[in-house]
């Protein structure tokens, strides 16, 4: 979603902090993401670094000669009297130090962190001919030289959560040229595992690989929808599954005495009792399935759409139907994720499924939807038609008198613009321009647009600005609006995410995307930023951002675009891109986290990102 122009936050501007390793001319070998095991494990906080003080002797650390873990003078340790000294000789010389270790699965952080001095008697200001690398597995996490000497120690930190469940080595190396000594100095290295169970990989999110079989014929204004919805899913956890959750957003937009959104005449498990304001309706299955296992669940489906130029509204003869088909909620190591509704933002965490939707309405209607669609005749003065979609979070359409034009996109893509009345023919046109435009433009950047047609609906008296649903958005007429919802297809829609948990992982990303596709740099992109307090920060949920609504847009579209053209500016342009493209590539049609991006781009540099997380308040 993007907030309307008068909600648009204003251009911010951040100093960005000095990193505290300087990035050396050196191509890190990019890490190689664990592959998960069936099910999430419990996690068990430790420290996993064995005599990270060397106060022990030097057992378990492998080292290049007697001389690296030492007591001897010259150095002094950060705690206690041992320490590992790295070079220091003055002449062509390597040392090396590493320790295999076993990170512990099922955590949402492992971090690793240690002390580092670094003194030299070289005297240059410009040239690294001493260099430290650390490093985990085959990844560098840093590459240090005689240009960060300093008087003490200081901390490094590395989010290395990627490697959770492997066992790598964490290894320094240190090299000298010919002449004049630097000394690194390494002490209290340790490895600490923490945080609640993290979800497990999207494998064992489950029920998973949902199909959707729908039929509704609506009434004569496209207001109401009747007919029969099934689901089909599997049980990718190893953890028999008793029963599902069917997640009835719309319901929000009524009471649970007037629910817009009704189910009844459930088959293939019983129905509990609505929760979640009734927006979640627990379903327990006839038999409960083992992992692998498939079964279906099948009710009928009443939709009544209510007043007003909403997502999910009639705006005169218009409808909008969006997030109205129920929807299967998302378990995983974590549990079933019931989120509340936000108007806010978005509740809507789901798994990439496949649709197959049938619309019987009156010919006077058309209706835009979701995936590619095939018009038939009905029974007299109707007509229906059959949406099918496949790899989709979630599927939606619109009802009504359109205006449509249409058009294919540079690369191919066919797409539709249908407005409502009152949109001049001059703005359709310039919205089909733009939809052309922008899914080429993100398409070259992210890859391929997958989903066929794209169909945009334009009302310019939508409140919220503008929504975004596979193959189908909602928008305002605005160029920047309409090519933001675009980027939504591959930043939510393609990559998805928990977007109730982390809504900066579409919104920010999307926005980022955007201004990439109009060509801006973010060069001015932050002025005068001020954060509301320490609680404030870019990943925060939604829980956090409904109580502090007035700062949403500020901060996750802003503070979080802006963050990511400074990550570019960091990494450098090719780098940035193929960080994205490699990152939308391993995460196509799956869910990513925080965490995931966070490991990804540090494997992208030799520069230890960690203050850059800390300064832009990305955690996770």
Not at 214 to 238: C, I, P, Y
Not at 355 to 378: E, M
Not at 601 to 619: E, P
Request: with cysteine; glycine share 8%; charged share 15%.
């Amino acid at each position: 979603m993007r907030p309307t122009p008068l909600k648009a936050l204003a251009a911010r501007v951040l100093t960005v902090a000095a990193l505290a390793a300087v990035s050396l001319p050196s191509t890190p070998v990019a890490a190689s993401p664990h592959t998960a095991p069936a099910a999430a494990a419990a996690c068990t906080p430790a420290q996993v670094v064995t005599n990270g003080g060397f106060e022990s002797g030097t057992s378990p650390w492998t080292q290049s000669s007697t001389t690296v873990i030492t007591s001897r003078s010259g150095q002094t340790a950060h705690g206690g009297t041992s320490f590992a000294w790295l070079d220091g000789v003055g002449s062509t010389h390597t040392d090396t130090l590493s320790q295999s270790v076993t990170i512990p699965s099922g955590c949402s952080s492992a971090s690793l962190t240690f002390w580092l001095h670094i003194d030299t008697a070289e005297t240059t200001s410009s040239t690294a001919y001493d260099k430290l690398t650390a490093k985990i597995g085959s990844t560098t996490l840093a590459t240090y030289s005689n240009l960060n000497k300093a008087s003490g120690y200081a901390q490094k930190s590395f989010d290395v959560s990627a490697f959770a469940g492997q066992t790598v080595t964490v290894a320094f190396t240190g090299t000298e040229d010919s002449s004049l000594q630097t000394s690194f100095v390494l002490d209290d290295v340790a490895l600490n595992t923490s945080g609640d169970t993290t979800p497990p990989a999207d494998s064992t999110r489950t029920p998973a690989a949902p199909a959707y079989t729908v039929d509704l014929t609506s009434n004569t204004s496209g207001t109401v929808w009747t007919g029969h919805e099934s689901a089909t899913f599997t049980n990718a956890s190893s953890t028999a599954l008793s029963e599902v959750y069917l997640r009835l957003w719309d319901n929000y937009h009524g009471t649970c005495s007037a629910m817009p959104i009704t189910v009844s005449n459930v088959t293939g498990g019983t129905a509990g009792a609505l929760s979640v304001n009734c927006t979640a309706l627990k379903i327990t299955l006839t038999t409960p399935l083992a992992q692998g296992q498939s079964a279906t669940v099948g009710f009928d489906l009443g939709i009544t759409v209510p007043s007003g130029a909403d997502r999910f509204g009639y705006d005169g003869a218009f409808s909008f139907i969006g997030n109205a088909l129920p929807v299967l909620a998302v378990k995983d190591g974590a549990g079933w994720h019931l989120d509340p509704y936000t108007n806010n933002g978005e509740s809507f965490y789901s798994l990439a499924a496949d649709f197959r939707v049938t619309l019987d309405h009156p010919t006077s209607l058309l209706v835009p939807a979701t995936g590619a669609s095939v018009d038939t005749p009905g029974s007299s003065g109707r007509t229906v038609t059959t949406a099918t979609a496949s790899k989709v979070r979630d599927f939606a359409w619109a009802a009504g008198p359109f205006s449509k034009i249409s058009g294919t996109s540079t690369a191919g893509t066919p797409i539709n613009v249908y407005s409502v009345s009152g949109i001049s023919s001059a703005n359709a046109q310039s919205m089909l321009t733009t939809a052309k435009s922008a899914v080429d433009a993100h398409a070259a950047r992210f890859g391929a647009y997958p989903y066929g047609e794209l169909d945009a609906v334009i009302d310019n008296n939508f409140w919220f600005g503008g929504m975004e649903y596979p193959g189908f958005v909602l928008d305002l007429v605005s160029t920047t609006a309409l090519t933001h919802e675009i980027g939504h297809q591959w930043f939510y829609g393609i990559v998805g995410d928990d977007e109730y948990t982390s809504p900066w992982l579409d919104e920010s990303f999307t926005d980022y995307a955007t201004d990439l596709a109009q060509g801006k740099t973010g060069t001015s992109c932050w002025s005068s930023v001020s954060w509301a307090s320490t609680a404030e920060k870019i990943t925060n949920s939604m829980a956090y951002w409904d109580t502090h609504s007035s700062r949403y847009s500020t901060v996750v579209y802003g503070y979080g675009k802006c963050a990511l053209h400074d990550l570019r500016r960091v990494l450098g342009d090719t780098v940035m891109a193929k960080l994205l493209k490699d990152y939308a590539t391993s995460h196509w049609y799956g869910v990513s986290t925080t965490a995931e991006f966070k490991a990804a781009a540090q494997a992208a540099t030799t520069t230890d990102l960690t203050s850059f997380w800390t300064t832009h308040r990305i955690d996770g």
